[in-house]
T-cell receptor, first 113, second 114 residues
Framework: SQQGEEDPQALSIQEGENATMNCSYK?????LQWYRQNSGRGLVHLIL?????REKHSGRLRVTLDTSKKSSSLLITASRAADTASYFC?????????????FGAGTQVVVTP | DAGVIQSPRHEVTEMGQEVTLRCKPI?????LFWYRQTMMRGLELLIY????????DSGMPEDRFSAKMPNASFSTLKIQPSEPRDSAVYFC????????????FGPGTRLTVT
């Protein structure tokens, strides 16, 4: 079964609005990563947060991690049409082989001009 | 660097034929991963290598699938014989190593088995 589960499955917003998506997971982790996939393309790494970190920023991205609730959130501020993509969380389990990421089903984000 | 390179980008073949997918990881990366993506099952890890050695192949669906990494700059994923249910997008990704666990994905190979 998938380790990370994203919520919502789909999100439609207008340019300039913020987009928030959540990820829940089941086992202890070393780190949690967020990736973006544009239609027909490979995944692109966005940001990584380690298990001992609670919040991280990168440009318009903000990621939080709550290990007690086994959940993470990704916030995209001031969204743009170019942010239209699917977003995946991926967990590196502390109980599995290093580097073996388990991906969630993804959140499809559509940003309309 | 050119990033992770995969070939071919598209492959259409008939059931029963052998299919070979190729991957060139980013130079200097110690880890190489093969994934399969479908609408039904999402993104699945098939196998991964560390310094050319297979570490975990528990995701390989069955004996029809095999993967090799003869050197640090080349890997293949082979399906023999292919079946319609193998139709998917296959991604190769590479990672620098323990201190930098982020993965860099190739553009994928879209496989259609008729």
């Amino acid at each position: 079964s998938q380790q990370g589960e994203e919520d919502p499955q789909a999100l439609s917003i207008q340019e300039g609005e913020n987009a928030t998506m959540n990820c829940s997971y089941k086992t202890s982790i070393n780190n949690l990563q967020w990736y973006r996939q544009n239609s027909g393309r490979g995944l692109v790494h966005l940001i990584l947060i380690r298990s001992n970190e609670r919040e991280k920023h990168s440009g318009r991205l903000r990621v939080t991690l709550d290990t007690s609730k086994k959940s993470s959130s990704l916030l995209i501020t001031a969204s743009r049409a170019a942010d239209t993509a699917s977003y995946f969380c991926a967990t590196d389990s502390a109980t599995d082989s290093w580097g073996k990421l388990q991906f969630g089903a993804g959140t499809q984000v559509v940003v309309t001009p | 660097d050119a990033g992770v390179i995969q070939s071919p980008r598209h492959e259409v073949t008939e059931m029963g034929q052998e299919v070979t997918l190729r991957c060139k990881p980013i130079s200097g990366h110690d880890y190489l991963f093969w994934y399969r993506q479908t609408m039904m099952r999402g993104l699945e890890l098939l196998i991964y290598f560390n310094n050319n050695v297979p570490i975990d192949d528990s995701g390989m669906p069955e004996d029809r699938f095999s993967a090799k990494m003869p050197n640090a700059s080349f890997s293949t994923l082979k399906i023999q014989p292919s079946e319609p249910r193998d139709s998917a997008v296959y991604f190769c990704a590479s990672s620098p190593g323990t201190g930098s666990p982020e993965q860099y994905f190739g553009p994928g190979t879209r496989l259609t088995v008729t």
